[in-house]
């Protein structure tokens, strides 16, 4: 158990708390912590190794004192193989490259988890990522954390068929109980586009005070 | 003061074995009750199923998805401007107040910022939808309870806040009137001094609404005391808004953090409760209420002139990266979490709406209480079903 | 009523009987997403009244209404409760589909859980198109529905000719004259 964040940090303003909540961490994950974004002024990203996703909900719940849960989600970083429906429909489709890349913070799989928390106090939030394996997607659960995890897990193993272990009832909240598929992987086609292709972006509206340009 | 919580314990602890007394000598059994999809108490087309053991609930769980849309896969497939269409019925009442969190992601993303004046409306407007949305909710807690009257007050007075956002943005129910970099059109000629009128009403109609429903002694003994939850346990939940202040925690995403809109420029209060219960909820909204048509009322007094657009391309393509905006919207904390990858669409958004947390609660508070308490302490938890089931 | 025994039926008798149907009307209120409030606005706010149309919207259950408003959208989730509250109904029945999302999916057109019109579900008598329609629209549905109820045959019905579909051509608010 790491003492929480000393008086001194807590006094901090904006960026340099933030740092400290990152120096928490490193100290009590260790090289469990892999990558850290720190923007300036704006929001702070860890990611953690899948093994520690627990244990750093707890170093951020009872160290940082980020007791406030806000949610928890995952994102699929393989870009949709059925494309944007931002091509022509009219021209012929351009092959879709298929590569994974992530985004802040980094990782090496297909599929993350991400959750944010936030300390009431002082008005700083936490958004942790953790890479969870492609073949059989699974990571513990924060419901014995963050109580309010439950029903997020629930969607997001709906969504994304992410097995939480540890989670004590992971029912289909959303879709009817003979829906297939997980509709936010990007591999889950959307059939109403399927049959009928969005007719392209012919979708802009002159600005207010932007007459001059419309012909240009 | 450990005295008195002692004697409240013992004398609990003594109704309930006097009820599990009864119920053995009853022989009652166990009964499932289910109400919904489609019922009058439930705002929405959400199920809660509970468990009773006489009128008592052992255990409830809401079952929700009724209303899924897809939100999050929909606006992977749609340009930036056109998500804002979308998301507008997320929280069917307070529309404008859903686009204003994903514009500012958007808008945070791209390194803009909307011009002082779109700020300034920005603000007013959101403030309005709030009113809209929260006085439904005090007039439609009276028709939980059994009163029907105040949802006539309601309605008529919510209906002059809808006519004032029509007027502006030309959507009743849904604006789509945000753009990122700005607002669509300014105000027209002769709103400001309506508002006033408008704010002025709704402030009685505050009055009417805390004589008819909040001094009715029906009414509170109905509500106070009732679905009490602890501070500790709503933050873990991540209850927002009102169900988070009426908690006793001082926690308001419109001081709390510096967002480009006008609330710091305006002088108004975040109203808390100690009590946690379902009195405690309701009249935070309504003070609440009071607060908004205050904060509209100043902000129309300083109105700063200039453009209400900033320079964007005319076709917005949102650099890479990765924003997270929340906003306090009339049912709590909404917020956008908008990833982007330099495209003309999002590449993921995860909507975090304030009703799914606020609703996951209820598992634990209804434990324990009785029937007609699940009623209004799900009303007094205030949930739209398209905020939860997005 | 030897003549309705024969399925045969005065005219005079038929108008009275029609013009009684449809001045006293219960309509359920099937309320789903953002046009269950507009309906709640036309049928429960004293600015829009229903009630002087002959519109009762307040019936105990489905068993008791003639007309059922479906507003808002309805998802594959939904979709069984709509057919049964619909088979609930007592005949004769009516529907009106209000909000786009009701008459076709409106936004939700290319969405994965959404049921692209209720029509798919249930024979639909009046469309009311708009995203949320105004109170308005959905008063001038009743209206329109309630002059083609004015216009049935009763004998027709009673012979068991024209049963369901009565809809011959389904009446858009907006589209037009009706018939």
New interface residues.
Partial sequence: MVAPLSDDTLALPGDGLREGVVNALRTALGDALLDVVLKPNDDLWVRVRTDAWRQAGLVLRDTVGCDYFCFLSAIDWMPSPYGKSEEDPTQPKEPIDLTVQQGYAGGDTRLQVFARVTNLAKHFGVTIKADVADAHPSIESWVTVYAGANWHERECHEMFGIGFDGHPDLRNM???TD?EGH?LRKD?P????MVKP?PGIADVEPLPGDDSEDEG | MTDLADRQKLSYIAAQAADARLNVELETEGMTLNIG??HPATH??LRIIVRLDGEQVVWAEPSA??????YE??TE?RTFPQVT??IN?ID??GSFANEVPFILAAEKLMDIEAPPRAQHIRTILFELSRIANVS?FLGDLGVQLGAVTP??FA??DR?YVLNLIESATGG???PNFDRIGGLKDDLPAGWIAETKQVMKRLRAFCDEIEDLLFGNEIFQSRLRGIGVIPADVAKQYGLSGANLRASGVDWDLRRDQSLPLAWDKVDWKVWTHPDGDSFARCWIRLQETRESTKIVDQLLDTIPAGPIMAKVPRIIKVPEGEAWVSTENPLGEMGYYVVSKGDLGPFRVKIRSASFNNISIVPWVLRGVYVPDVISILASLYFI??DIDR | MGLVDKGRMPKPLTSLFNMGRSYSMWVYQ?????C???M??AF????YDVMRLGVIPLPASPRQADLVVVSG?V????AP?IKR?YEQMPEPKYVISMGSCANC?G????????T?GVDQIIPVDVYVPG??P?PEALLEGVVLLQQRIKREDMGARWRGEGYKPMVKEPIVVGGGPVE
Wanted: hydrophobic residues 40%; proline residues 8%.
């Fill in positions: 959303y879709l009817p829906f509709p889950f959307l059939l109403a586009r969005w | 999809p489609q929405g087309t998805g009724y209303m899924h849309r897809g896969k929909l497939v269409a979308l019925r069917w009442l439904l949802v006539f309605f008529r209906e009743r129910f849904h079903l398209g | 099937w309320g789903l997403a953002c269950a409030i507009e709640g606005a429960g706010s004293p600015r959208t998802t594959d989730k939904m409760a509250l999916g936004p939700y057109w290319d969405s994965y859980s959404v692209k995203c949320p105004r």
